[in-house]
Nanobody
Framework: QVQLVESGGGLVQAGGSLRLSCAAS????????MGWFRQAPGKEREFVAA????????YYADSVKGRFTISRDNAKNTVYLQMNSLKPEDTAVYYC?????????????????WGQGTQVTVSS
């Protein structure tokens, strides 16, 4: 399995931006589809964004479409989540995940490896 470590979370005001990074171990990073999920206090973990092996295909939750961008650099074994126009309802722990493929709608079960999460807090 691949090991994943997220970074880049923090406290930001509404309307601001953050970029999350997820570094993966192992030599087979390019064979995984990657995803970002989030979990707010008292709520279930939900899908945010996913990207194909090559980065040529992406998919977003409706709640973040047009504001968030997922990308990957296979040479650096890293996937990113650029978050713009942040809202207080984006506050959550954000998790990076790796899988072998996904279908729409994307499900947690599509991803078998998970990072430990990074906190994102958006103040109003």
């Amino acid at each position: 399995q691949v090991q994943l470590v997220e970074s880049g979370g923090g406290l930001v005001q509404a309307g601001g931006s953050l970029r999350l990074s997820c570094a993966a171990s192992g030599r087979t990073f390019s064979s995984y589809v990657m995803g970002w999920f989030r979990q707010a206090p008292g709520k279930e973990r939900e899908f945010v964004a996913a990207i194909s092996w090559s980065g040529g295909s992406t998919y977003y939750a409706d709640s973040v479409k047009g504001r968030f961008t997922i990308s990957r650099d296979n040479a650096k074994n890293t996937v990113y989540l650029q978050m713009n126009s942040l809202k207080p309802e984006d506050t959550a722990v954000y998790y990076c995940a790796a899988g072998y493929g996904y279908h729409v709608p994307v499900k947690l079960a599509d991803f078998g490896s998970w990072g430990q999460g990074t906190q994102v807090t958006v103040s109003s």
